[in-house]
Nanobody
Framework: QVQLVESGGGLVQPGGSLRLSCVASGIIFRFYATRWYRQAPGGQRELVAAINSSGSTNTADSVKGRFTVSRDNAKNTVYLQMNSLKPEDTAVYYC?????????WGQGTQVTVSS
């Protein structure tokens, strides 16, 4: 059974940083692309960052230069380092992995950026 568990969210002031973690069981991250999505209240789910099986990364224009995605193969964990956070980054952040035939989601972690 595949399980993805996100953690690291919380309340942070504008300009602050958080590091989100996504730990997997039942699936090996390094064999798949893994993505971070976010969904703000009343909004659509938005792709934020991705890391493919070879370790190449991409980030959305809205977070480029502020967010970094990485992977620790030994810990089977994918991270999202978020710096210079803005109020508009407030959302539930989700981890996603798998292939087109089977895709898996975590339960999400809330990030709130507010003074």
């Amino acid at each position: 059974q595949v399980q993805l568990v996100e953690s690291g969210g919380g309340l942070v002031q504008p300009g602050g940083s958080l590091r989100l973690s996504c730990v997997a069981s039942g699936i090996i991250f390094r064999f798949y692309a893994t993505r971070w999505y976010r969904q703000a209240p009343g909004g659509q789910r938005e792709l934020v960052a991705a890391i493919n099986s070879s370790g190449s990364t991409n980030t959305a224009d809205s977070v480029k230069g502020r967010f970094t995605v990485s992977r620790d193969n030994a810990k089977n964990t994918v991270y999202l380092q978020m710096n210079s956070l803005k109020p508009e980054d407030t959302a539930v952040y989700y981890c996603n992995t798998g292939d087109p035939n089977r895709t898996y989601w975590g339960q999400g972690t809330q990030v709130t950026v507010s003074s």
